[in-house]
């Protein structure tokens, strides 16, 4: 019987012992990938699950710090807009700046202001984009376009507002007398120079004041036409000389007969003549046969003769004093030889003679 339960215990021994190898061995086998024997005879070779890890390989590159923008080279200018060393963003944002300041326009003492952007456009990044490849110190052209209507129709307004109309002086007569409206001066500004000096200005970029002057303006007629006026009342047979619209002088006449009136109405002094000649009209059938009388003392027209507008009439003279203060003549107007030499040197051509 302990023969038997030797043996038992030798078996259990053997047994646990062969349990605890078995174990061992397949934690070698696990944790060994692959056995190989070199010999003559090849082992066979028992290959087990293996994990395997991946490895990555991070590349490093390193950037290079960014370099400086490039800019204009120095001492360029655009327009005369000083943008050297600036970049091109820069120097638009200069050049549009110096472009959009107001021109100034001074009429004689007004100041008038303009704003360049309402009457042109200008090119600023075709001329800075020429500036970055420019020269040193040199100066790129800025193209402008001018609104050309734009301009002209400010002009006109400009020149509206500054010019005025020359005003005539005019006569009247109230009753007799002479009634003198005085003449006004214009004023007139040249349309054509102020558009040039302003398209001038945009096109150059300049921003210094234009300065324009307006002219005065004559009037057609002024208060000098009117500095002698002659009237003649043919009822009282009287001639008044006035001067600047006051009496100066009155003479005794002798006016057209009733079959020869002298004309009624406003009529000027177109011609003078001194020792004229008198030439019977051929119009008139009293002179019919008569001939030309030269200076001397029998001649009809005195000494003196200032013919009016009124065709064939004049103030003149006279070899018949004795009719002065009636109406015997043909139509003119007679003086004693005196009077029409003095009234001769105290008128003009032009003078106005007012008929009543």
């Known amino acids: 019987m302990k023969r038997?339960?030797?043996?038992?215990?030798?078996?259990?021994?053997?047994?646990?012992?062969?349990?605890?190898?078995?174990?061992?061995?397949?934690?070698?086998?696990?944790?060994?990938?692959?056995?190989?024997?070199?010999?003559?005879?090849?082992?066979?070779?028992?290959?087990?699950?293996?994990?395997?890890?991946?490895?990555?390989?991070?590349?490093?590159?390193?950037?290079?710090?960014?370099?400086?923008?490039?800019?204009?080279?120095?001492?360029?200018?655009?327009?005369?807009?000083?943008?050297?060393?600036?970049?091109?963003?820069?120097?638009?944002?200069?050049?549009?700046?110096?472009?959009?300041?107001?021109?100034?326009?001074?009429?004689?003492?007004?100041?008038?202001?303009?704003?360049?952007?309402?009457?042109?456009?200008?090119?600023?990044?075709?001329?800075?984009?020429?500036?970055?490849?420019?020269?040193?110190?040199?100066?790129?052209?800025?193209?402008?376009?001018?609104?050309?209507?734009?301009?002209?129709?400010?002009?006109?307004?400009?020149?509206?507002?500054?010019?005025?109309?020359?005003?005539?002086?005019?006569?009247?007569?109230?009753?007799?007398?002479?009634?003198?409206?005085?003449?006004?001066?214009?004023?007139?500004?040249?349309?054509?120079?102020?558009?040039?000096?302003?398209?001038?200005?945009?096109?150059?970029?300049?921003?210094l004041p234009v300065r324009v002057h307006t002219v005065k303006v004559a009037p057609t007629v002024s208060a000098d036409a009117f500095a002698h006026v002659i009237t003649i009342n043919r009822s009282t047979n009287r001639l008044t000389l006035y001067d600047d619209g006051k009496l100066y002088r009155t003479f005794p006449v002798a006016t057209g007969q009733a079959i020869y009136p002298t004309p009624r109405g406003t009529f000027h002094i177109v011609v003078k003549y001194r020792n004229p000649w008198w030439y019977p009209p051929t119009s008139s059938s009293w002179a019919q046969g008569l001939k030309p009388v030269p200076p001397g003392p029998s001649n009809p027209l005195g000494t003196r003769w200032m013919g009016i507008s009124a065709p064939g009439v004049g103030i003149h003279g006279t070899d018949a004093p004795a009719s002065i203060g009636y109406s015997a003549s043909h139509g003119c107007v007679r003086m004693q030889v005196p009077d029409a030499e003095w009234l001769f040197d105290h008128v003009d051509i032009g003078t106005t003679v007012h008929i009543v």
């Open 4 to 207: 038997l339960a030797a043996i038992g215990l030798f078996l259990l021994g053997l047994g646990c012992a062969g349990m605890f190898s078995g174990t061992v061995i397949a934690d070698i086998t696990t944790s060994t990938s692959a056995t190989t024997t070199t010999g003559t005879t090849a082992a066979p070779t028992t290959t087990a699950p293996t994990t395997t890890a991946a490895t990555t390989t991070a590349v490093t590159t390193t950037a290079r710090p960014p370099g400086p923008p490039p800019t204009i080279p120095a001492g360029v200018r655009v327009a005369g807009v000083k943008v050297g060393g600036l970049t091109p963003a820069a120097a638009v944002q200069a050049v549009q700046t110096a472009y959009s300041r107001p021109l100034a326009i001074v009429v004689d003492r007004s100041k008038l202001v303009l704003e360049p952007r309402l009457f042109s456009s200008a090119y600023v990044s075709t001329a800075v984009a020429k500036a970055r490849i420019a020269e040193p110190r040199s100066n790129v052209k800025l193209v402008v376009a001018i609104r050309g209507a734009n301009v002209r129709s400010w002009v006109a307004r400009v020149t509206k507002r500054f010019s005025r109309q020359s005003v005539d002086a005019t006569l009247a007569f109230k009753g007799e007398r002479p009634v003198i409206h005085g003449d006004r001066p214009g004023r007139s500004l040249n349309a054509k120079k102020l558009t040039q000096r302003i398209v001038a200005e945009l096109a150059s970029n300049s921003r």
